[in-house]
């Protein structure tokens, strides 16, 4: 007996959720706090670990860690930066270098430091550095996996030889104003902790070895201090509807601007091609294909089949930047049917639990050599999955848009939903759910449904 409260304490808390998700979702531009509620811990933490006490300063390994599930850092990849609370410089580093040396006038004879920079800024080496000037986990190129897809490559690290620094944990100051990059804006970085010593045990696993002294560093990302617009949108279709419910207009920027004309690719043009090769090389920005939302990346989300058992689903993502290939990229989709999804076809999956209890969202990515690059836009602009989906009598249904996804993330940014009431619906189905009104109301209404149909 003691079962069934417990039971429905479940599915209230799963309509509660579902409810806030749901209520989030339809704010479309509230993606603005660093807090990400499939992901509420993660950060990139950043260690340094001192090994050893030189006669001016001392020898630190600095790991950086990225412990977020599913946002990882591609080409041209990180730069970490901080300002040295003294006359600190850096005599000599493995495995990362800084990017400029600054002023090492004052210093003669043959050991002028790498860098004497107040507020220096270090670079992960290349693939393919020779062996003499890399460490463990170096020299990646700046590109750091999330820690869902790749745990081994999701950390990185390099040594630094510091001069003119405190000798001892006594006299040792900590950097400060710690800065990542990635390679543009988005992380938040905390001052730098003195925390227990870091251990590290030896390859042969018979002795354990500890740092003399060890701080943390903190850093959190906030899509709103990466970028001011959304970067990607979904679209839906199903069997039981010929209609498309396109990405919302304007998501990522309008076609037509008065501010910045012409900032697409308009293969209506008959000169696209040579002002797509003309314009290619300049700059880092987006170049995207002309079209009605303007978001360089498009999830579109179709009810494919409808079986006794089994329902289907097919995923495509669209790129339609000129200007990126996505090397390692992910997606983060929630849906009540997540607990239990049957199979997947051509995309690796793991499940994510944001809410210990409920298994509703699912990070999705590509398979290695096969198709975990999306290519920049064009023919080979897209990848797509198809997923199996076992029903559940209690939940599943058609109707009111419930086969629908809660939430997309594309690489960790949150892409923008179309508004509920636009979704496409059973042509049996009463129409009670097309409501005009104004769109918070029509967010809570849709919400309400949700709930009830939940319970
Ligand atoms: C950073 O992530 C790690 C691993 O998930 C976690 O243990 C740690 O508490 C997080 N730090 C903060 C400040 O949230
Ligand atoms: C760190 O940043 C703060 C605020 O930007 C500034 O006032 C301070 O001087 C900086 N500290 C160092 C050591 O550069
Ligand atoms: C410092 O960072 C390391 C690596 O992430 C972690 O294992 C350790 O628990 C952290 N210490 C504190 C006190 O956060
Ligand atoms: C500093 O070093 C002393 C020994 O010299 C040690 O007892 C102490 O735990 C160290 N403190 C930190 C924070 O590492
Ligand atoms: C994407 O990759 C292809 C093949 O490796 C390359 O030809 C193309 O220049 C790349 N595009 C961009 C924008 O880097
Ligand atoms: C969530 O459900 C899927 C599909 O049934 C299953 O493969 C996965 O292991 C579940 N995850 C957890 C954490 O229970
Ligand atoms: C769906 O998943 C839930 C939770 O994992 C499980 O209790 C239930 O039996 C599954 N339903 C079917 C039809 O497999
Ligand atoms: C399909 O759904 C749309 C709402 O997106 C609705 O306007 C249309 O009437 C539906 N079509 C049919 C045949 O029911």
Request: net charge positive; charged share 15%; aromatic share 12%.
């Amino acid at each position: 007996m003691g079962f069934f409260p417990k039971a429905r304490a479940s599915t209230k808390l799963r309509g509660f959720t579902s409810f806030l998700v749901f209520l989030l979702s339809c704010l479309n531009f509230s993606f603005s706090d660093a807090y990400d509620v499939l992901d509420p811990r993660g950060n990139i933490t950043i260690k340094w670990d001192v090994i050893s006490w030189t006669s001016d300063g001392y020898i630190a390994v600095v790991t950086v860690f990225n412990f977020q599930k599913y946002r990882h850092i591609q080409a041209p990849g990180w730069k970490l930066g901080w300002s040295w609370a003294k006359k600190e410089v850096i005599l000599s580093m493995y495995g990362g270098q800084t990017i400029e040396q600054g002023d090492c006038s004052k210093f003669k004879g043959n050991n002028i430091p790498h860098c004497c920079k107040k507020d220096p800024t270090v670079v992960d080496l290349l693939p393919g550095t020779p062996y003499n000037q890399q460490i463990a986990n170096c020299c990646r190129g700046g590109v750091l996996s999330s820690w869902v897809q790749d745990p081994e490559n999701a950390v990185t690290a390099f040594q630094v030889t510091v001069g003119q620094a405190g000798t001892s944990n006594k006299t040792v100051r900590l950097p400060k104003n710690f800065t990542l990059k990635a390679p543009g804006p988005g992380y938040t970085c905390g001052p730098a902790e003195i925390v227990k010593q870091s251990k590290f045990i030896t390859p042969d696993k018979r002795r354990v070895t500890q740092a003399l002294m060890t701080w943390n560093v903190t850093c959190m990302y906030s899509q709103f201090l990466a970028q001011k617009a959304p970067t990607c949108c979904v679209s839906l279709s199903s069997f039981y509807n010929n209609t498309i419910v396109n990405c919302p207009a304007c998501t990522c920027g309008c076609r037509n601007s008065l501010i910045q004309p012409g900032t697409c690719v308009d293969l209506d043009s008959p000169h696209w091609a040579s002002a797509l090769s003309s314009s290619r090389k300049n700059s880092d920005t987006p170049l995207v294909r002309c079209t009605s939302h303007m978001c360089p990346i498009r999830v579109h989300w179709h009810v494919k089949l409808n079986y006794k058992e089994y329902w289907r689903v097919k995923i495509t993502i669209t790129n339609f930047n000129y200007r990126m290939n996505y090397t390692q990229w992910n997606l983060v989709a929630q849906h009540p049917n997540f607990d239990n999804l049957t199979q997947t076809f051509s995309f690796n999956y793991k499940s994510l639990t944001p809410y210990a209890s409920i298994n509703d969202t699912a990070m999705l990515w590509g398979i290695k050599f096969y198709n975990d690059l999306l290519m920049e836009a064009g023919p080979s602009g897209s990848v797509q999955s198809e997923l199996l989906f076992r029903k559940e009598k209690k939940t599943f249904s058609f109707d009111k848009g419930w086969a629908f996804p809660r939430r997309i993330y594309f690489n960790g940014d949150d892409c923008v939903m179309p508004p509920p009431d636009a979704y496409p619906y059973l042509p049996s189905a009463s129409p009670h759910m097309v409501i005009s009104m104004s769109s918070l109301l029509t967010t809570i209404l849709a919400s309400l449904f949700l709930l009830l149909a939940y319970n």
